[in-house]
């Protein structure tokens, strides 16, 4: 059975910490792996990871995938209140064009 | 702007009343999607369009329907079979295949 596994599922930390998202899958015909944020509705995309060990990084947000051990983590630095979100990771099967969501990291920014 | 597009935002159901969500993209994309979230579960596909005319089980297809007639629609019907129906419903399209998806603000529906 396909499968994504977010971890931890739940995270509290003060402005200015670091924090780093796991996200693990088991998938037949991987495509690639995309990373979302909720905030309060709609996910808005974060990114997309095809290749292994090609850090992609938008501001104080950056992503790796690891093909061979199946993972892929989100880091980011100088956390804000503004990061306060649901972090989702999806992974896209080239075979039947599904996409699938692991549960989500739901991450507290404390001021 | 384009976008995609959910109504309502909130739907109140008696149990045993089939529902229909919409879902309208003006993005000209090709495929569309229908994702349930429920609070710890994260997103679950419920069924899902590469093309028109042609649709796909997801993993939680039982007691939902689909449709897609035009390129720009795709609403789900939540129908009495459905045992636990209550949830945030989420629609997503995507332009070619490998693309990220993009998602509606989600339909909120409650069944008493």
């Known amino acids: 059975e396909d499968k994504v596994v977010q971890s931890p599922l739940s995270l509290v930390v003060h402005e200015g910490d670091t924090v780093t998202l796991n996200c693990s899958y088991e998938v037949t015909n991987f495509r690639s792996l995309l990373w979302y944020k909720q905030e309060k509705k709609a996910p808005t995309f974060l990114f997309m990871l095809t290749s292994s060990g090609i850090e992609k990084k938008s501001g104080r947000l950056s992503s790796i995938l690891d093909k061979k051990e199946l993972f892929s983590i989100l880091n980011i630095t100088a956390t804000q209140t503004g990061d306060s979100a649901v972090y989702l990771c999806a992974v896209y099967m080239n075979r039947d064009d599904k996409i699938i969501f692991g549960k989500g990291t739901r991450l507290h920014i404390l001021p | 702007d384009g976008g995609i597009t959910q109504s309502p935002k909130y739907l109140f159901r008696k149990e045993g009343q089939n529902v229909t969500l919409s879902c309208e993209q003006n993005?000209?994309?090709?495929?569309m999607y229908w994702y349930r979230q429920d609070p710890g579960q994260g997103l679950r596909l419920i069924y899902y369009s590469q093309i028109v005319n042609d649709f796909q089980k997801g993993d939680i297809a039982e007691g939902y329907s689909v449709s897609r007639e035009k390129k720009e629609s795709f609403p789900l019907t939540v129908t009495s079979a459905q045992k636990n129906p209550t949830a945030f419903y989420l629609c997503?399209?995507?332009?070619?295949?490998?693309?990220?998806?993009?998602f509606g603000n989600g339909t909120r529906l409650t069944v008493t």
């Open positions: 993005l000209n994309h090709d495929a």
């Open positions: 997503a399209s995507r332009d070619r295949k490998g693309s990220p998806l993009h």
